[in-house]
């Protein structure tokens, strides 16, 4: 039976950095729903379907089949069985990715797609309803979230480290704001699962966020066994 891993939390909580060290770290296979997205969004371009022309992306759904495997270590987005790694990341695939997303039948037919890799091999997944939604069986649920402060003060810290003019004030008023819009949205909002762990990293390091995080794969796996 595989294992499956659910870390929701707001923005800034650094879900996927330490969702893709844990997933490298356990041989599991890491989920970048993002790049599912641009999957589909890829081949609603291919297709000449515009971004507004709902049923046209409907009737697309069907046809997509979009997966994940590793070869050597390195994450492989397949489209139809095609490796489209090497096309996805464009502006234009991610215009059309964020336009389409919006779309419940999107959605519901990527989330599909996510259960059924979830059946078949030990998945880590981040997000914002992974817990509650896509995943509700994981055996594993992690709620990960930090101090509006905090989390502001890493993405501030991760910015000027690249160079960037940025302002600290301004970060902790977006992370705000967006934490109320994931909170508040119609269609799957953030929330903690009722049966998830919470861990709060305002006061621990990477280091000591992966001890937690290992610890409590650990206590599932010698359930499961």
């Known amino acids: ?6 870390i929701d939390g707001p ?24 790049a599912m997205y641009r999957a589909m969004a890829y081949y609603f371009l291919q297709n000449g379907i515009a971004p507004d022309d709902e049923q046209a992306i409907a009737a697309a759904c069907p046809k997509v089949d979009v997966t994940i495997v590793y070869e050597n270590g390195e994450q492989q987005v397949l489209l139809n069985g095609e490796n489209v ?35 078949k091999t030990d998945v880590i997944m981040d997000g ?25 003060k890493r993405r501030y810290d991760e910015l000027t480290a690249k160079g960037t003019q940025c302002n600290l004030e301004e970060i902790e008023k977006d992370i705000e704001d967006r934490d109320y ?10 929330k903690q699962a009722e049966d998830a762990i919470l861990l709060d990293t305002s006061e621990l390091d990477f280091e000591e966020v ?11 796996k010698k359930k499961q066994a």
Do not use: W
């Open 210 to 220: 992966m001890r937690e995080m290992e610890k409590l794969v650990e206590a599932a």
């Open 128 to 152: 914002r309803d992974i817990g509650t939604c896509v995943l509700p069986d994981a055996q594993v649920k992690i709620y990960l979230t930090a101090s509006v402060a905090t989390r502001a």
């Open 181 to 190: 819009r994931d909170m508040h949205r119609e269609l799957s909002p953030l």
């Open 11 to 34: 923005a800034g909580a650094g879900k996927s950095t330490i969702a893709k060290k844990l997933a490298k770290k356990l041989a599991f296979v890491y989920v970048d729903t993002g």
């Open 1 to 6: 039976m595989s294992m499956n891993i659910a």
């Open 85 to 119: 790694n090497g096309v996805i990341r464009t502006e234009k695939v991610g215009n059309m990715a964020s336009a389409t997303s919006v779309y419940p039948v999107v959605r519901k037919k990527l989330v599909e797609l996510q259960r059924q890799l979830a059946t």
